[in-house]
């Protein structure tokens, strides 16, 4: 009895971790279902009768001539293909326009299946791209492009002025791809006048349509797109994104890795890495790790500056460095006491140690920010706005000045019968603005305001400071931190977002801030045909700016991308972008 | 039956109503990072067009329509179908956490009889502090320093994800590669799970050396073995099997730390990223999938219970 006893708890126990183990075994074996595209055929026929343009020429025109071997040595073997492999932190989903996920890096991912118009170049300015000329009228309203001949999407069909204009017809009534749409916004018509040419009528003059629009939307071909309904939600079973760009995606594996091939009938030349692989971390720490390892080639993300000199250091690794428009700043609540007063908040700006952030908490891989807003190395910036402006003791009696004393002598100073102590609100995830922040109390203690810093989570910390993201809904803080990403400061036209006190046009102005003169700069601003002209107007907007403070900007956080340079070393630095482009994959002849 | 429909309908109404409760707003997540150059009818088009402008009541008699016809639809973030994303999630989660159940299951129960079996001795209390302070280490250190010993000093192992991608790998090469990935995963979460198990094992087979029915058997003079397997680990085991049965419910739920160590793209993953950008549905699909386990395996250690323990057979 004893032994049967024994026995049936002993398989009781055994069938137990067999069920368990036959779990986690039997699914190894298999492979997870992923989302698998198959290589589009780059040699596909054109439909027939489908279009009236003769098949595409392969090659194009700035491919050298073929070698031919006159010696009788033996030729050179063909030389290894090039695979890279990047890291990203984070899924950016099938990676067509309308289902990328985020700004940075999903949509330079997307960009390189694709092709805009222009194409920013290293120095950031925007030159021709699938265009081969651009002109603009006088008035800014007509933008007209001619386009290179002879450039096909990877199925082999042709890419025409037809594609461009359903382009632009797609983005705005499928106004889900928001970047897209608002890319369009103004567009009154786009008039076809063949293949090649394209004209772009506009509602009213926009001077910066080259960089908002013509360099940013990806042209997609009607074909292939004109039976989509729910562009969103729409899978491309069995296809894939079919674009004009230098490489292919092949193959998706949601959260693990995208596989891109060149495509090698591209028409700026066949890219230099033949095969793409970026693989998706759930964190920054996993892709440093792998590429100490060698298991990754780059890391398409910026890294810490701590990791800086830690990752250079490493062989064969290599950081490179430059300039990114994206901001550290603070803002504070511009419509309510005592932040309505221009003079706390030029008190505020005095007070801030900007090198002492750049150097402590960036390590040196930042660019001390310009009260005026504008990157130093902006072509557009005001050389007359000084950027060393810390001095605490015109800071001290600024306040003492404007009736700001400490009466009660606790060292805080009092504003209509309140102690001016206030709460810092940050987002607790990014850990170097939880520093800066953190900074930021001692450098407002010393001018005797009080703060606390109150590190939430992302969601709560934006609904604070932009609830529902709309400005018409007004804010629910005191003091927050804050930064743009590249894009808002690059195009330095989207300025009046910032600063203009009608809410339709200051969609981005978080403060509540208000100016006659700025109002009427912006409106200027949007309608000045001449580049020098408006390079003034942005002048004279950044001297406002640095005199009344709407927000106080602290620092420009630079660009600093890690790789391996025995595996891939010719990356190339868009200013304001980084290197995650088609021009870092394209040998540099094919560049602009 | 009664008492896990009432179980069922309160975990699905607050799987519906935590992810509506958290602050924030999925719409950042839908439109992207220019969101706020939306026009206030492209915002209005894109909450309707997802379904979040419909009352409440109308989202939560939706979300049992979902559940009936197991379609869940799209993620907000990746506009993919949600199914997809947690059928193609499933098998790498169990993958680990059911190898790491197994081996800190044998661990703890084997560590835990032995530790209780030479109570008191040098021996059982160094094993215990060691338990102790291994439970308090933090799996995500624990993790970190996996990788940097064993991948970034070593190289013997990769450092992330359940796969070596892009590499084309057949057969066996396949399997070894699944394998190889799966090592410091399972050793994390088998090293943070041991001690639970060693310690309910020890505890429980304390109480059941103190019991009169012990010293019976070995005045009647049966043998150490006889008293061990015979009395001891039969009453013993009952506990043990329900800390493995919650586990094992849990394990579904994968482990959020750990597979973000690793970059392993497990369930975890994908529910520490939904909550991240307030990707409702996919957050409500993936906590009924959770709720399910829970209760399944609530249910198998109910059924266990009477072959374990007779004295739980209620006929």
Request: hydrophobic share 45%; aromatic share 10%.
């Amino acid at each position: 009895m004893q032994r049967i006893k024994r026995l049936k708890w002993t398989v009781l126990l055994v069938v137990l971790a067999l069920v368990i183990v036959g779990c986690g075994d039997g699914d190894a074996e298999e492979e997870p279902a992923a989302t698998t595209a198959a290589a589009p055929a780059t040699t596909a026929a054109p439909e027939p009768g489908d279009q009236e343009e003769p098949a595409p020429e392969p090659g194009d025109q700035e491919e050298p001539a073929p070698e031919t071997t006159t010696t009788t040595a033996a030729p050179a073997p063909p030389p290894e293909p090039v695979t890279v492999r990047a890291a990203v932190t984070g899924d950016e989903g099938t990676l067509t326009p309308y289902t990328y996920i985020s700004g940075f890096p999903g949509w330079n991912l997307l960009m390189l299946q694709y092709d805009s118009l222009m194409q920013l170049d290293a120095a950031g300015v925007p030159q021709p791209w699938l265009a081969s000329s651009v002109n603009v009228s006088d008035d800014l309203t007509e933008w007209s492009v001619t386009l290179v001949e002879g450039v096909t999407f990877h199925d082999g069909e042709p890419l025409t002025s037809d594609d461009v204009a359903f382009s632009v017809e797609f983005y705005t009534t499928n106004p889900e791809a928001s970047r897209f749409a608002r890319d369009f916004r103004g567009v009154a018509d786009v008039v076809v006048h063949d293949d090649y040419n394209v004209t772009f009528v506009l509602e009213s003059a926009n001077p910066g349509f080259d960089v908002v629009a013509l360099a940013d939307a990806p042209i997609i071909p009607r074909h292939i797109w004109e039976s989509v309904e729910l562009p969103s939600e729409h899978q491309f079973a069995g296809g894939t994104n079919i674009g004009s760009g230098p490489y292919m995606l092949t193959e998706y594996v949601d959260s693990q890795s995208y596989r891109f091939a060149a495509n090698p009938n591209y028409f700026r030349g066949a890219p230099a890495v033949d095969e793409l692989v970026v693989i998706v971390f759930a964190d920054d720490a996993g892709a440093q790790a792998a590429i100490r390892t060698g298991e990754v080639d780059v890391i398409f993300e910026r890294i810490p500056p701590e990791q800086i000199d830690l990752l250079d250091a490493q062989d064969p690794l290599d950081v490179i460095l430059g300039p990114e428009f994206a901001t550290q700043m603070i803002n504070y609540d511009a419509s309510i006491r005592p932040f309505d007063d221009v003079a706390v908040r030029q008190a505020i700006n005095l007070a801030m140690d900007r090198q002492d952030f750049v150097d402590t908490v960036y390590l040196g891989a930042a660019t001390v920010g310009s009260p005026g807003w504008i990157h130093p190395g902006h072509s557009v910036y005001n050389p007359g706005i000084a950027t060393d402006v810390y001095d605490p003791a015109a800071a001290n009696a600024l306040l003492e000045g404007a009736g700001y004393a400490d009466t009660d002598g606790d060292g805080v100073r009092e504003f209509d019968g309140q102690p001016m102590s206030f709460e810092i609100i940050t987002n607790a995830s990014d850990s170097l603005r939880l520093r800066i922040a953190e900074l930021t109390v001692e450098m407002l203690a010393a001018i005797g305001i009080e703060t606390e810093v109150l590190p939430v989570d992302t969601g709560v910390w934006e609904n604070a400071v932009w609830p529902g993201f709309d400005v018409n809904n007004g804010r629910n803080y005191q003091i927050a931190m804050w930064g743009w990403s590249p894009p808002v400061q690059a195009d330095p036209l989207r300025l009046p977002w910032l600063v203009h006190s009608s809410l339709d046009r200051g969609f981005l102005n978080l403060t509540g801030y208000g100016n006659a003169e700025m109002d009427e700069l912006s409106e200027a601003l949007a309608v000045e045909p001449d580049p020098a002209e408006r390079k003034a107007i942005l002048g004279r907007m950044q001297e406002i700016i640095a005199e009344d403070l709407p927000f106080v900007l602290l620092l420009y956080p630079d660009g600093a991308y890690v790789y391996d340079s025995s595996v891939y070393a010719d990356w190339e630095f868009i200013a304001g972008q980084g290197i995650v482009s088609k021009l870092s994959l394209l040998p540099p002849s094919a560049r602009p | 039956m009664a008492q896990y429909s009432v179980v069922v309908v309160v975990a699905v109404t607050l799987n519906f109503l935590l992810p509506r409760l958290m602050p924030g707003n999925p719409l950042a997540l839908i439109a992207g990072v220019d969101v706020g150059m939306l026009t206030p009818d492209q915002r209005a088009d894109i909450v309707a067009r997802v379904g979040l402008d419909a009352p409440l009541w109308l989202q939560y008699f939706r979300y049992w329509g979902d559940i009936f016809t197991g379609d869940f639809g799209f993620s907000f973030r990746s506009s993919r179908p949600i199914v997809d994303m947690i059928w193609e999630r499933i098998p790498w989660t169990l993958l680990i956490t059911g190898l790491s159940l197994v081996v800190s299951a044998v661990v703890g129960v084997l560590l835990g009889a032995l530790s209780a079996w030479r109570r008191g001795t040098k021996g059982d209390l160094s094993m215990l502090s060691g338990m102790i302070s291994v439970e308090s280490l933090p799996s995500f250190w624990l993790g970190m320093v996996l990788i940097s010993l064993f991948a970034v000093q070593w190289g013997l192992l990769p450092s992330f994800g359940a796969v070596t991608p892009a590499s084309d790998l057949e057969g066996w090469a396949h399997v070894w590669d699944i394998i190889s990935h799966a090592i410091m995963p399972v050793a994390a979460l088998s090293i943070v799970g041991t001690p639970g198990v060693y310690m309910t094992m020890r505890y429980s087979m304390l109480e059941t050396l103190g019991e009169d029915y012990i010293r019976t058997a070995r005045a009647k003079g049966a043998g150490e073995r006889r008293v061990l397997f015979g009395h001891v680990a039969r009453n013993t085991i009952a506990p043990v099997i329900t800390v493995l049965a919650i586990r094992l419910g849990f394990a579904f739920g994968g482990t959020v730390i750990i597979e973000t160590v690793f970059s392993y793209p497990g369930l975890g993953r994908l529910v520490f990223e939904a909550v991240a950008g307030r990707d409702y549905p996919v957050m409500q699909a993936a906590f009924l999938v959770f709720t399910a386990a829970v209760l399944v395996a609530n249910l198998l250690a109910d059924l266990l219970y009477p072959l374990i323990d007779p004295r739980t057979r209620t006929s």
